[in-house]
């Protein structure tokens, strides 16, 4: 059975940083890769980062390019989003997600394994 678990999330103040982490375990064998959403109230759910899995490769969305970083530790099965330079955009329940086919990366109907969420707030 997959299961997603997040952690790390909080309140920081703008400007500050976080480090979000995905506990992963259960995945099937050969899974694609595994993405970053947020979704703030009222608002749909947006894609933040994804990482492929057998190559590495990174994709993010414009409105944290930059900012944010994603890393896939596979020994530890954990996927971490490091979060810098947060700004009043950016808060949002955060989730990590799995796919398990190649397609448009930070779509999230293309996920199949969601976690249940982590909560960050931005506020001085």
């Known amino acids: 059975q997959v299961q997603l678990v997040e952690s790390g999330g909080g309140l920081v103040q703008p400007g500050g940083s976080l480090r979000l982490s995905c506990a992963a375990s259960?995945?099937?064998?050969?899974?694609?890769?595994i993405g970053w959403f947020r979704q703030a109230p009222g608002k749909e759910r947006e894609g933040v980062a994804c990482?492929?899995?057998?190559?590495?490769?990174?994709t993010y969305a414009n409105s944290v390019k930059g900012r944010f970083t994603i890393s896939l530790d596979n020994a530890a099965n954990t996927v971490y989003l490091q979060m810098d330079s947060l700004n009043p955009e950016d808060p949002a329940v955060y989730y990590c997600?799995?796919?398990?086919?190649?397609?448009?990366?930070?779509?999230?109907?293309?996920?199949?394994?969601w976690g249940q969420g982590t909560q960050v707030t931005v506020s001085s």
């Open positions: 259960g995945f099937p064998q050969g899974y694609y890769g």
């Open positions: 997600a799995m796919r398990e086919y190649s397609g448009m990366l930070l779509r999230a109907a293309e996920f199949q394994q």
């Open positions: 990482i492929v899995r057998h190559d590495g490769y990174i």
